[in-house]
């Protein structure tokens, strides 16, 4: 276990836990710290639980908290002592249950959450640009908030210092905040509160705590603590949503119709093939060098979830068989069993050099689909479902990349909007799973 996340109330616990998830941590979220045992905590990067402790008595959240942190100090974590992003809570008295049992420790406190419009600057904690009293909260019936200075209702709380630092310093950059954090410290503040107006303020303050070498326990609504443990540990080597990868051999009005729509819906990294090249056995091979070459560049800049290829995208670049056929002296079953295995030979090497980026497979066209399982030595599919008529999920059966969830649907098949519905169908099926970076 890197990270022991302490909340006051579960829903910030999981608020704390997705942001690292997304991260690529391996993390969990404990409705009760009592289910907690030696074999769980190993096994979790992060591990969040809930002292359901907001509303109650300032000396009983003391206890709970330090509580926990006695619970798991012999795996010596890294500290988060999670507050609601609008400091509702008993703040100042469970930051001190942390900093009285966790030796030589400062507490960092950054209240801001940029994406959820909650940004600190001049000390004051602002919601949608509305200074915190003038808000809702100070209506809260169990917790209320009448003030908008963060050092002022932390004050009110704790026993220790508490050193303000202002976005001015912030923005002069990570070397100079460090010797700032530092200062603050060793002149007595063990409590620190720092401005932030964006997540790049946020990263910076991260980088500062980083190199003060400081005991850092973070203080915060969430972002701050994910950067934190960025830092501190370095970026997870795997990242959560796998991709989707659409190998579209059909080239019928509807298939194309179908592209045209996914590509405002979803702007999808597709990239289009020859198919020209892939007949000729001369320029096969280099073609798809040069398709899996934009594909590999497509999957490191990680700009959309959904990849694929196709042989066009407009009604006017359908090749004519017949024409083709009678200039080639081929028939034209022996035209489109070349583009298909170009196209499926394109789709082996994409996995291939994916490292697992790929999730899920879509296939249109009933020929593509029985070379692609073909090379990718498919032994069948496991039918779970109908997505739209005629279009179904499953997952692979043997072969290199067997329980691989795909579907598979005809050229002919759906309106529009069918293929953003299998796309959207295959993301969801693969939204929580990671892949090596």
């Known amino acids: 276990m890197k990270l022991y996340i302490i909340a006051d109330d579960l829903t910030g616990a999981n608020a704390t836990s997705v942001l690292l ?15 907690l045992n030696e074999s769980n905590m190993q096994s979790y990067d992060v591990v969040a639980v809930s002292t359901d402790s907001r509303g109650i008595k300032s000396n009983e959240a003391y206890d709970k908290v330090a509580r926990e942190v006695n619970r798991v100090k012999h795996l010596a974590p890294t500290y988060a002592k999670r507050i609601d992003s609008t400091l509702r809570g008993n703040i100042g008295s469970e930051i001190d249950a942390v900093l009285d049992n966790v030796i030589d420790s400062v507490a960092i406190v950054v209240a801001s959450y940029p994406d959820s419009s909650r940004i600190s600057i001049g000390g004051f904690l602002l919601v949608n640009s509305i200074p ?26 704790t026993k220790y210092n508490v050193g303000d ?8 950059g990570y070397d100079s905040l460090s010797e700032r954090i530092k200062d603050l410290s060793n002149t007595g503040n063990r409590i620190i509160v720092i401005d932030a107006v964006t997540n790049d303020d946020i990263d910076t303050i991260a980088k500062a705590a980083k190199l003060s070498d400081l005991n850092v326990v973070t203080v915060d609504p969430g972002p701050f603590t994910r950067s934190y443990l960025n830092e501190k540990c370095g970026s997870s080597t795997v990242e959560q949503g796998k ?20 590509l405002v819906s979803k702007n999808p990294d597709l990239v289009k093939v020859d198919p020209l090249k892939l007949i000729d056995d001369t320029k096969k091979d280099q073609e798809i060098d040069r398709v899996i070459t934009l594909i590999s560049e497509k999957i490191e800049a990680n700009n959309s979830n959904i990849l694929g290829v196709s042989t066009t995208t407009r009604e006017e670049e359908v090749l004519d068989l017949t024409a083709l056929s009678q200039e080639m002296k081929l028939d034209e079953e022996a035209i489109s069993v070349k583009i298909n295995k170009g196209l499926a030979k394109i789709t082996e090497k994409a996995l291939a050099i ?3 980026a790929i999730g899920a497979l879509y296939t249109s066209g009933g020929d ?8 990718l030595e498919v032994e069948g599919i496991d039918i779970k479902d109908e ?16 329980n691989m969830p795909a579907i598979t649907k005809g050229g002919l098949i759906g309106d529009e909007k069918t293929l953003l519905v299998c796309v959207d169908y295959l993301l969801t099926k693969i939204s929580t799973q990671y892949y090596v970076k």
């Not at 990868?245 to 729509?261: C, E, N, W």
């Not at 739209?388 to 990349?401: E, N, Q, S, T």
């Open 21 to 35: 998830a997304k991260e690529g941590y391996k993390c969990s979220s404990f409705i009760d710290s009592e289910l």
């Open 132 to 157: 915190l009293e003038k808000t809702l909260v100070a209506k809260d019936p169990k917790c209320p908030v009448t003030n908008s200075k963060i050092s002022e209702i932390i004050k009110l709380q």
């Open 165 to 172: 630092i202002g976005v001015n310093e912030v923005l002069k």
């Open 243 to 262: 991709k989707v990868f659409l190998t579209i051999g059909s080239v019928s009005k509807t298939t194309i119709g179908q592209i045209k729509h996914l």
């Open 354 to 356: 994916s490292h697992s």
């Open 368 to 375: 593509v689909t029985m070379e692609v399982m073909k090379i």
């Open 387 to 402: 997505v739209i008529p005629l279009a179904v999920y499953g997952r692979f059966i043997g072969g290199k990349y067997d």
